[in-house]
């Protein structure tokens, strides 16, 4: 059985007549990179805040690593690296002396944390800015040092609140790119928020969609296409050449059929078996000539559209 590295249990977090996150019951496993998704005010930052034990649920209970958030918010806190949206260091200090400074204050000789700061600069790619000053970086290059400042503490979890806010595309796909690298190579268990889906979706175990402070799916983002497309049901993009009109209402009248639609291109037959071997029988036994049968998905953007219908969408 996988190991849970952050159990949500039924927690709830009403502020006066407004509840931010709703009977929420979620577990992250060790080692996994999950991807917190939704729009603005779905309720993201405020269950982070409980992870970290920053915040109290109203009901339910928070564990990381088997221990309660709320009554053990400092050893829930050793364990946890926390990113915010925007990461605070010594402008006028260099990028490694912020982060010589923040391995002391956790009890490193100034060798120790000197050695830790060019190993994590290396690791997050920032050994080329390491000598200069941090009012001079990039918001791209603060998050990587505040990915370096979190890591200097060797936590076992990493939380990051909207990570790719504000940075340019190279800048995301570096950063992407080096939190999958942190999962993988050093065993991180990995929680990100985000409202772009197309974006974390690249490095993300699994994502959860969460709306009004609901969770309202979870999983890889093939479940989350099947939960779509209910169980069995699945769609496939048909173009016969010699269409003569009929074609709908003949396919219409097929038992495994559930729906047909034309895009102004091609039709799309939604059919409620796992095989199209019949949607095929029937083209070839009709004489149609079949120049595309395709199996689609749900692309993101509609996965987006669906479960966030509804939200508030950000940008
Ligand atoms: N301290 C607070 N007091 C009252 N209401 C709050 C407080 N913090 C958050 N809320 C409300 O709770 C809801 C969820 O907010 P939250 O910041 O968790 O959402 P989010 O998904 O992180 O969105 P965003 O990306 O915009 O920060 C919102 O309606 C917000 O107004």
């Given at each position: ?32 990179v999950?991807?917190l ?7 993201k930052s405020?269950?982070i805040y409980?992870i970290l ?27 946890v690296g926390f990113l915010p949206d925007n990461v605070g260091f ?12 923040t ?17 994590w600069?290396?690791?997050v ?14 918001r791209g290059m603060k998050q990587r040092l505040g990915l370096a400042d979190i890591l200097m503490k060797?936590p076992?979890v990493v939380i990051m609140d909207e990570p790719t806010l504000g940075i ?7 950063l992407l790119?080096l939190i999958?690298?942190l ?5 991180l268990t990995i929680l990100l928020s985000s ?121």
């Amino acid at each position: 059985m996988e190991e849970k590295m952050i159990q949500l249990k039924n927690i709830t977090k009403q502020y006066k007549e407004n509840k931010a996150v709703n009977h929420l019951n979620l577990s992250i496993n060790k080692g996994e990179v999950f991807g917190l998704l939704g729009p603005n005010g779905a309720g993201k930052s405020t269950t982070i805040y409980m992870i970290l034990g920053l915040t109290e649920p109203t009901e339910g209970e928070v564990y990381v690593d088997g221990i309660h958030a709320t009554n053990k918010p400092i050893e829930v806190k050793q364990r946890v690296g926390f990113l915010p949206d925007n990461v605070g260091f010594y402008e006028d200090m260099t990028g490694i002396e912020n982060l010589i400074l923040t391995g002391k204050l956790n009890g490193l000789t100034n060798a120790e944390a000197e050695k830790r700061a060019m190993h994590w600069l290396e690791q997050v790619r920032m050994n080329h800015a390491s000598a200069k000053k941090v009012g001079e970086y990039s918001r791209g290059m603060k998050q990587r040092l505040g990915l370096a400042d979190i890591l200097m503490k060797n936590p076992e979890v990493v939380i990051m609140d909207e990570p790719t806010l504000g940075i340019d595309p190279k800048g995301i796909h570096e950063l992407l790119d080096l939190i999958k690298n942190l999962s993988e190579e050093h065993g991180l268990t990995i929680l990100l928020s985000s409202h772009q889906l197309h974006q974390v979706q690249q490095i993300c175990d699994r994502v959860g969609i969460f709306v009004k402070g609901e969770l309202l799916a979870y999983g890889d983002i093939e479940e989350l296409q099947r939960k779509l497309l209910d169980e069995t049901s699945i769609l496939y993009k048909v173009i016969v050449k010699n269409d003569n009109h009929q074609l709908v209402e003949r396919l219409s009248m097929e038992s495994y059929v559930d729906s047909i639609d034309w895009d102004g291109e091609a039709y799309h037959v939604k059919v409620n078996r796992e095989d199209g071997g019949e949607l095929a029988r029937f083209f070839v036994s009709n004489q149609y000539d079949l120049l595309t049968l395709q199996r689609l998905s749900y692309g993101l953007d509609d996965i987006y559209q669906r479960y966030f219908q509804g939200g508030e969408m950000g940008d």
